[in-house]
C-alpha cells in the first residue's frame, strides 16, 4: 500500500533538485513499509526556508530559531482520521526547512539526499507516535529504526 504524499515548495531561495520529491514520497512510504502499516495514508510535506520555518517553530513550538523539520501528527495512540475522498488515514503534516538541510549536509558530511530523506523518516516516525525528547530508551529505538530506513533507501546514516 502506497501513501499519498502531497508536496508543496513554500520558498524561493533554494531550487528543489530533480528526484527531490521522489526521494520524499520514497522516504514516506519505506517508513509504512518497515512500520508494517498497511492502511492507506495521507501525508503532506511542505518545504519552506529558514526564516519560514522559525515563524512556524515560535508559533507553534515557542522557539524563536530555525529548525530542520517540525512534525504535526494528526493521530493520537494510533488513531487518525479518514480523508473522506480518498479513505486514507490523515497522518499529518511535514514541514522541512531545504535550507537547513543543505547545511546541515554540508556539517555532516553526507548528501543533501541522504539528509532530506532522513528528516522525511525522522518526521515520519513522529506521526506514527514515536519520540525522542525524553532521550533514553524512546531516542535509541527511534534512532535505530530511523537507521534501519535509511539503509533501505541505499542511504545509511554515517557513522563518526
Do not use: W
Not at 17 to 36: F, H, Q, V, W
Amino acid at each position: 500500500m502506497s501513501a499519498r504524499v502531497n508536496i508543496s515548495v513554500k520558498q524561493k531561495g533554494f531550487k528543489l533538485p530533480t528526484g527531490t520529491r521522489l526521494l520524499i514520497r520514497k522516504a514516506c512510504n519505506a517508513t509504512l513499509s518497515y512500520e508494517d502499516f498497511l492502511e492507506p495514508a495521507q501525508v503532506d510535506v511542505t518545504i519552506v526556508d529558514d526564516t519560514k520555518i522559525q515563524v512556524m517553530n515560535k508559533e507553534y513550538r515557542n522557539i524563536d530559531s530555525s529548525t530542520d523539520v517540525l512534525s504535526f501528527p494528526l493521530g493520537e495512540n494510533g488513531e487518525y482520521d479518514r480523508n473522506p475522498e480518498n479513505n486514507a488515514l490523515m497522518l499529518g503534516d511535514i514541514v522541512i526547512s531545504y535550507e537547513h538541510a543543505v547545511a546541515q549536509a554540508d556539517l555532516y558530511g553526507h548528501s543533501i539526499d541522504r539528509e532530506i530523506a532522513f528528516l522525511t523518516v525522522h518526521s515520519m516516525l513522529h506521526l506514527l507516535g514515536y519520540d525522542h525528547v525524553n532521550g533514553g530508551l524512546e531516542q535509541a529505538i527511534m534512532r535505530e529504526k530511523e537507521e534501519a530506513i535509511l539503509e533501505l533507501l541505499g542511504l545509511a546514516i554515517n557513522k563518526i
